[in-house]
Nanobody
Framework: QVRLVESGGGLVQPGGSLRLSCAGS????????MAWFRQAPGKEREFVAV????????DYADSANGRFTVSRDNAKNTMYLQMNSLKPDDTAAYYC??????????????????WGQGTQVTVSS
């Protein structure tokens, strides 16, 4: 089991950048595939990005591709999401999640048993 805590959210102007962090507890962090999801008010939780346990393979939603970069540092039990060129449509609560699912890429929220509490990102002028 792993406990996840997100941080780094906030208010940013359109075109700006933010870096989110997801800190995991436990000694088995590097065994998990880790992902970012987001949920805007009135909308379903949607996939943003996922990173393989070894950090070498990633996958992105079309909305994130080219603007967001997911990475992880297993020595620090932490995953990151660097978000650039932010748009108002990126406004949402961002959640990190962990899974041991073997199918790649795991893009469905139902494949993730472990979740953080979320961090709010607001993109507005």
């Amino acid at each position: 089991q792993v406990r996840l805590v997100e941080s780094g959210g906030g208010l940013v102007q359109p075109g700006g950048s933010l870096r989110l962090s997801c800190a995991g507890s436990g000694r088995t962090f590097d065994r998990y595939v880790m992902a970012w999801f987001r949920q805007a008010p009135g909308k379903e939780r949607e996939f943003v990005a996922v990173i393989h346990w070894n950090g070498a393979i990633t996958d992105y939603a079309d909305s994130a591709n080219g603007r967001f970069t997911v990475s992880r540092d297993n020595a620090k039990n932490t995953m990151y999401l660097q978000m650039n060129s932010l748009k108002p449509d990126d406004t949402a609560a961002y959640y990190c999640a962990a899974t041991v699912a073997r199918e790649w890429p795991p893009r469905s929220r139902y494949e993730y048993p472990y979740w953080g509490q979320g961090t709010q990102v607001t993109v507005s002028s």
